[in-house]
């Protein structure tokens, strides 16, 4: 089967097209690099030195034999888009080409506005295209568990039933974004639910909570293959940044009271559930949404245990209670269900001391390149 991963040059998208290319799907990668350029434009670098996409895609076929078509370009560009599509002809989409941080998405008007459009007329062109095109094609598009909020009953996945006045229906979750980019993929959602019905396409929500580690099977082969590791305060996610703050001796960034909740998954599952998508497709017609996280865990818990991890390999790691430059609610019930995947068979790998063992001898690694000014955030949600 054909997959064409959007958003193949980034954290997840890399990870995934290689296990999908090793699995032996045959994948293209499309991608139009922004994000290389919005790091540059910030000052920002990942972690690791990420190799050029094309030098990338020619060390995989040098150690395998396996090739990845590219295409570089932009899904806001629908005739490029469109092309890029006739010419792969997907069986499968998976779609990881949105600007997907939450602060980058704050910062002001511009960066707010630019996020929505990147990420809502994206997403809207790939229904077109496939309304056009590929209407039998499955679309598997990467949304969020902060779709949801922090509401105070459990968390469904995508839709709960409703008694009310005597009668009774299965809606959508309601959905309560915490961010400008949070709300990009409601209304991502919004528009792919709609898209479903009127035209009969067939597509899953994958709402993915935060995800950490960087090696996989198969970026772990060759240095050229390593993925990014973002650290900074912009695009760096919570367990990433505390295993590298802890590897350099910076104080581990709680912010605020630490008691948010957020559903986490190890990178190496998140190229699996992509797979288990793919194999178990949706419906015609049908709006799937599965929750996509492996593990529940509040931002102290995390900090403890990454002070526990460093303090058993020598390291001296303090925890700091900054003040919360986001608008969030610090403690709140938090209880997702996650069971769609488990029942199609994910197998997780839960956060164990060896995992978090690796991630900061990574992080020690590579800390020669950590620029210690980008670590705190500064991005607020306040108004000044
Ligand atoms: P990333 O920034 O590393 O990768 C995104 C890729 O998409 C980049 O290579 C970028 O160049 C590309 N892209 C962006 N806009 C594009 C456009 N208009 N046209 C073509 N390419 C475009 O992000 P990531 O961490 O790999 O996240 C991938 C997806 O998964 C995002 O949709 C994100 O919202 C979702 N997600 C990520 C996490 C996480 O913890 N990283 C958690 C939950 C959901
Ligand atoms: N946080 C800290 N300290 C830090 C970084 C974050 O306390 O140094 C806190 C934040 O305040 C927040 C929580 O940790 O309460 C998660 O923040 P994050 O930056 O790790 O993740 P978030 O902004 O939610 O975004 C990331 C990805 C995004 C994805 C989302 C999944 O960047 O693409 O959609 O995780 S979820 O959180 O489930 O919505």
Known sequence: MKVLVIGGDGYCGWATALHLS????????????????????????????????????????ELTGKTIDLFVGDITDYSFLSQALQQFEPGAIVHFGEQRSAPYSMIDREHAVFTQVNNVVGTLNILYAMKEDFPDAH??????????????????????????????????????????????????????????????????????????????????MDEMLINRLDY??????????????????????????????????????????ID???????????????????ELFSISDLAMMVKKAGNSLGLDVEINNLDNPRVELEEHYFNAKNTKLLDLGLQPHYLSDSLLDSLLNFAEKYKGRVDKEQILPKVSWHRK
């Open 22 to 61: 090793n699995k032996g799907y045959d994948v293209g990668i499309l991608d139009n690099l922004s994000r290389r350029y919005w790091d540059s434009k910030l000052g920002v670098d990942t972690l690791t030195p990420i190799a050029p996409i094309q030098k990338r895609i020619q060390r995989w076929q």
């Open 276 to 294: 288990i998508a793919i194999q178990n497709p949706a419906e015609e017609g049908k709006f799937r949404v599965f929750n996509q996280f492996t």
């Open 232 to 273: 900074d305060g912009v695009f760096g996610t919570a367990l990433n940044r505390f295993c590298i703050q802890a590897a350099i001796g910076h104080p581990l960034t709680v912010y605020g009271k630490g008691g948010q909740t957020r559903g986490f998954l190890d990178i190496r599952d998140t190229v699996r559930c």
């Open 139 to 220: 679309l598997v598009k990467l949304g969020t568990m902060g779709e949801y909020g922090t509401p105070n009953i459990d968390i469904e996945e995508g839709y709960i039933t409703i008694e009310h006045n005597g009668r009774k229906d299965t809606l959508p979750y309601p959905k309560q974004p915490g961010s400008f980019y949070h709300l990009s993929k409601v209304h991502d959602s919004h528009n792919i639910h709609f898209a479903c019905k009127i035209w009969g396409l067939r597509a899953t929500d994958l709402n993915q909570g935060v995800v950490y580690g960087v090696l996989t099977e198969e970026t772990g």
